[in-house]
Structures are given as C-alpha cells and as structure tokens.
C-alpha cells in the first residue's frame, strides 16, 4: 500500500538532456498553503516499486518519509523521484568535471572506448533550469537552499555531492549512499578517488548554508570504496565542515544494494532536514 500519493509528471520537455520518467510523491498531509522542503533523487524507478529494481528491493521512501514526518522527526517534505535511462546510467551520473581529469586510457575505459557520452553536466541542466522550475509552479515548494536536497546511491550519490558543487546556490544539501568513489572494480591503480578529492578542494561550496551525508559498508563493493571515504572526509574538514553540517557514517557488514540503503535512508533525511 502505497503511502502518501505519487503522480507522474507529463509534458516534461528538455533542451539538454532526454528527458527521463520524473514522479512526484507528496505526504499524506501535503498542504497547499504551506511550503514545503523538496528532496531531488536520483534512481527514481527504485524508490517505491520492488518490482522495477533488479533485486525486488525498493528504498520504501514513502513508507520512511511518513514514519519521520508522523513522528516529527522531519517536515512534511515532497519528493521528486528522476528516473535513469538504464544504457546510460553510469555516464549520466559521472561527474563531467572529474571525468575531464582522468586519464584518457581510463576515460575510455569508463565510457567504452567513447561509445557513450558523460552528460551529468546536461542532466544537471534539466534538473535545475527546466524540472525545478515546474516543480516549484505545480507544487508549494520552499525555494530556500536548505530546503532543496539531492540524494542518491552509488553512481547517484557521486552526483549528488556533484549537484551541489556546482550549483550551491540552489542546492543546499546532499545525502549521499555508498559512493563510488572507484568508478570501477577492478584491480591496479586507480587515479579516480583522487580526481574526486582535487576536484572537492577547488569546488565545495562554504559550509555555512551547506551540509552534507556520505556512508558506507564493510561488504562487498562498498568494501573497495571504503579506503577513499577517510581521504574525502578530510578535505571537508579542511573546508571547516564541522559535526553540525558534515556526517560520514560507516556500517559494518553492508554492501552496495538497497537492502541496506532502505535501512539507512531515515538515518540521511534526519540529518539533513532536522
């Protein structure tokens, strides 16, 4: 049963990016004389339907979203769920930034010897330009930046701190899932954490009216990611990131599926809309 209401958007049209499924869940108690937080997520065909993710396991935002607003752990907040187009997920969501500093050989390799393009930077466009704007007409959005959040899982968290790196003045917060900070499994050196970590020294925003969440597990895939999660923590406390807006958790025996991430999901809203 589902919890609250879920709508899908129609019309939706784009001169960046082919545009992708965009649902609109609102709370049971959605009141339009109040504005409300917004929570932009990524993946959205696996947040509320098992039976559109590959494992049978949905994040169950509507059932975590209703439980944190009934027991006023946060404020009654839309979500706006974007779907991936399932050939591109990977190069849609990797950070065209960081990309630009990888190796050739190594960006090859990510993308298939260029048979697809990174296009984060395009998707970045629709979402702020083109989806933002419509979603603040249809609905009663608060247009503060803490207000407006980005959150996302693997690939999707990568572009979540992304969202907010280059466009601070619009995005507030990010919660960000077992990033994939490798890019890749396998073996060897590896020059993307690194990448990652000289593009967040010259790109976070001030952390006045900014916060952000990372976790991560101990198991399988999240475990080749691990290491880099200590090196990334650093520099946002270089960048005076402090307890009050920066948490980085760590979960022994998790891995990179949403079995874990629907379990750690009321966890990242606490923190950002508390």
């Known amino acids: 049963m589902m919890h609250g209401t879920l709508e899908k958007l129609e019309d939706l049209k784009s001169d960046f990016f082919e545009v992708p499924t965009v649902e609109v869940w609102l709370p ?23 039976a559109l993710t590959w494992a049978n396991q949905a ?3 509507d059932k975590s979203m209703t439980k944190l607003i009934k027991s006023r752990k946060i404020p009654p907040a839309i979500v706006v769920a974007i779907w991936h187009h399932e050939t591109t997920r990977n190069t849609d969501y990797l950070p065209c930034k960081v990309f630009e500093n990888l190796p050739f050989d190594f960006r090859n390799a990510l993308t298939g010897n260029d048979a697809f393009e990174v296009k984060s930077d395009d998707l970045l466009k629709f979402i702020v330009k083109e989806l933002k704007p419509e979603i603040d007409k249809r609905f009663l959005t608060s247009k503060k930046i803490e207000h407006t959040l980005v959150v996302g899982s693997s690939m999707g968290a990568l572009f979540a701190v992304y969202a907010v790196c280059e466009y601070p003045e619009v995005f507030g917060r990010a919660g960000c899932l077992s990033p994939h900070w490798c890019l890749v499994l396998d ?3 590896n020059p993307a954490p690194t990448a990652f970590i000289d593009y967040l020294q010259n790109h976070l925003p001030k952390p006045a009216k900014h916060r952000f969440y990372f976790d991560i597990g101990t198991g399988f895939y999240d475990n080749r990611n691990l290491p880099f999660q200590p090196k990334i923590d650093a520099v946002f406390r270089e960048k005076d990131y402090a307890e009050k807006n920066y948490c980085s958790k760590v979960f022994e025996g998790h891995n990179h599926s949403e079995k874990f991430w629907v379990e750690r999901f009321p966890g990242v809203l606490s923190f950002l809309l508390s």
């Not at 004389?33 to 947040?47: A, N, R």
């Open 28 to 50: 049971e108690d959605y009141d339009a004389s109040k504005e409300h937080p917004v929570i932009y997520m990524l993946d959205g065909q696996w947040l509320f339907d098992p």
């Open 59 to 61: 994040w169950e935002v």
């Open 187 to 189: 073996g060897g050196e």
